[in-house]
């Protein structure tokens, strides 16, 4: 994930190629010192991790990046992506729709954001394309 130039990460990357294992990084912003080991091993064929989706591939396990991304929600995640159905909605009327506390729906809300099933304008949540097959 991060490496300088001269860091053991390139040599033990180097071990691994050598064993025949896969390596992947994660890439990193050009312009950071700590970004060299990983950018280096991508350039040379390393395989670009942008998500646990890449990885999973990696070791051989299929499937559609959505899918993947919604077998990794909660039951309270996906809970709440029900109750955010229709036209952007409130915090509040989605912990009405659902009977959960806010507190406990504006949690699952941020996650649901951070993993791109909700998207947060003015206060209000709506359902992003990825939220269509998460149900």
Do not use: C, H, N
Not at 34 to 49: C, F, H, K, N, T
């Amino acid at each position: 994930v991060e490496g300088a130039a001269d860091s053991g990460s390139l040599i033990t990357a180097e071990l691994a190629q050598d064993l025949g294992r896969d390596v992947a990084a994660v890439p990193g912003p050009a312009t950071s010192p700590v970004s060299a080991a990983p950018l280096e091993l991508i350039r040379d064929g390393g395989a670009l991790v942008r998500g646990p989706a890449d990885v999973l591939e990696l070791v051989g396990v299929r499937g559609d990046r959505q899918d993947l991304a919604a077998m990794s929600l909660s039951r309270r995640e996906q809970q709440v992506l029900s109750g955010v159905s229709g036209p952007p909605t409130t915090l509040d009327a989605v912990a009405a729709a659902i009977g959960r506390p806010p507190a406990e729906v504006l949690a699952a809300l941020a996650s649901l954001e951070i993993k791109g099933f909700v998207r947060a304008d003015a206060g209000r949540y709506q359902r992003t394309a990825a939220a269509a097959t998460a149900g």
